[in-house]
C-alpha cells in the first residue's frame, strides 16, 4: 500500500528500539530480582509489567504496519484491536496502582503509568477507525500513539531503575 510506504523507516526506528527496550527491561528486572524489596511482585504488576507490554504493542504496532495488508482497512483492523485491549490494560493498570500497597503513586506516576497510555491506545484505536476513511491523516495519529507508547515505557523503565537504586536500595541499607 502506498500510504504506508513512506512509514517505513519510522517503524523500523519504533520497532527496533520497542524491540531493544524489552531486552534491556529484562536485564534490568534480573539484576533488581537478586534482592528483591518487599511486596515486589505487586508492585511490579503495577509498574513493571506495564512498560514491557507498552514496549510490546510498539514492536506490535510495528510489525503489523510493515506487515503487506492488501488494503488499509485490513491494518487498521488489528490496530482498533490492540488500540481497544491496551485501554482495557491501561484500566487494570490504574486499578492496580490504586490498590498495591507496597508504593504511593503520585501524579508523574498516575500521568505516565495509567492517563498517558489510556490516551496512547485511545489515539490509536480512533486513529485506526478514522484510517477507514482518511488514511494519510489517520496514519499520524496510529505513529504519534506508537511513539508516546514508547517514550512511556522509556519513562517507566528510567523511574523504576531510579526507584530501585535510590529509593529501594537506601531503604535496605
Not at 510495528?62 to 488500540?83: D, F, N
Not at 485506526?128 to 476513511?133: N, P
Not at 494519510?136 to 517507566?156: D, K, T
Request: glycine share 6%; charged share 15%; hydrophobic share 55%.
Amino acid at each position: 500500500m502506498p500510504e504506508l510506504d513512506h512509514w517505513d523507516s519510522f517503524y523500523a526506528i519504533v520497532g527496533s528500539s520497542a524491540g531493544a527496550l524489552i531486552g534491556l527491561q529484562f536485564v534490568v528486572m534480573t539484576l533488581v530480582a537478586e534482592r528483591p524489596p518487599p511486596r515486589a511482585a505487586e508492585a511490579g504488576a503495577a509498574f513493571g509489567t506495564p512498560t514491557v507490554i507498552h514496549f510490546s504493542a510498539a514492536l506490535l504496532l510495528s510489525a503489523l504496519l510493515r506487515a503487506p495488508w492488501p488494503t488499509i482497512p485490513s491494518a487498521a483492523v488489528p490496530c482498533i484491536l490492540v488500540g481497544f485491549a491496551g485501554a482495557a490494560y491501561a484500566l487494570k493498570v490504574a486499578w492496580r496502582m490504586r490498590t498495591q500497597t507496597s508504593y504511593a503513586p503520585d501524579f508523574e506516576d498516575w500521568l505516565c503509568h495509567a492517563l498517558l497510555p489510556m490516551a496512547a491506545y485511545a489515539i490509536l484505536a480512533i486513529s485506526a477507525f478514522v484510517a477507514l476513511s482518511r488514511a494519510r491523516e489517520a496514519l499520524f495519529g496510529v505513529g504519534g500513539a506508537a511513539l508516546l507508547l514508547l517514550f512511556i515505557g522509556i519513562h517507566n523503565a528510567w523511574d523504576a531503575v531510579a526507584y530501585h537504586v535510590f529509593v529501594s536500595r537506601r531503604d535496605r541499607q
